[in-house]
T-cell receptor
Framework: TQLLEQSPQFLSIQEGENLTVYCNSS?????LQWYRQEPGEGPVLLVT?????EVKKLKRLTFQFGDARKDSSLHITAAQPGDTGLYLC?????????????FGRGTSLIVHP | KAGVTQTPRYLIKTRGQQVTLSCSPI?????VSWYQQTPGQGLQFLFE???????NKGNFPGRFSGRQFSNSRSEMNVSTLELGDSALYLC?????????????FGSGTRLTVV
């Protein structure tokens, strides 16, 4: 069972379109991180959201943390081919007294020129 | 500031062999974690080392082991390789542990078992 469910699993769009990807859980997280991973490379941290209801912007990317801290969304405005990649959400999961980041399976985004 | 360095980038091994992967974290980072990434399972946590001690361990068999040296460099070892061990192995470093602030990942080692 995945603690973090991401949707959609795949997304193929044209340059200039807007899109939203989701990260949902039945558990409360103290924070959530979003990463982007390009083929053949490791994930790169984009943002961390900590406060319920928090909204963070990174150029054309808008990240929101749900009020109950169980979900998050990533909205991309006017997508560009350079946005192509695997978008992963992750959150710290308490295990044995410490916190281990657990990852969703990701949303694979392709932006066509 | 140098990033997280993993070596080798690619590796092909035969079933039954063993393999050792290396990771040099960002200077000053004391926590190193290892993940296995496959298309079917996504990123699965292997273990975390902090100050040369294993602090957390995921649900992998004992064939997967690791260690951390006094300079924070880490190695992971997989013995008696199986075809299902083919994956991208990612090392991630953080100052004290990913906690609420996330990781810096290396580019990974692509292991193929034939």
């Amino acid at each position: 069972t995945q603690l973090l469910e991401q949707s959609p699993q795949f997304l193929s769009i044209q340059e200039g379109e807007n899109l939203t990807v989701y990260c949902n859980s039945s558990s409360v997280f103290s924070s959530l991180q979003w990463y982007r991973q390009e083929p053949g490379e490791g994930p790169v941290l984009l943002v961390t959201v900590v406060t319920g209801g928090e909204v963070k912007k990174l150029k054309r990317l808008t990240f929101q943390f749900g009020d109950a801290r169980k979900d998050s969304s990533l909205h991309i405005t006017a997508a560009q081919p350079g946005d192509t990649g695997l978008y992963l959400c992750a959150g710290p999961y308490e295990s044995g007294g410490s916190y281990i980041p657990t990852f969703g399976r990701g949303t694979s985004l392709i932006v066509h020129p | 500031k140098a990033g997280v360095t993993q070596t080798p980038r690619y590796l092909i091994k035969t079933r039954g062999q063993q393999v050792t992967l290396s990771c040099s974290p960002i200077s000053g980072h004391r926590s190193v974690s290892w993940y296995q990434q496959t298309p079917g399972q996504g990123l699965q946590f292997l273990f975390e080392y902090f100050s040369e001690t294993q602090r957390n361990k995921g649900n992998f068999p004992g064939r997967f082991s690791g260690r951390q040296f006094s300079n924070s460099r880490s190695e992971m070892n997989v013995s008696t390789l199986e075809l299902g061990d083919s994956a991208l192995y990612l090392c991630a470093s953080s100052p004290l542990g990913a906690g609420n602030y996330g990781y810096t990942f290396g580019s990974g080692t692509r292991l193929t078992v034939v």
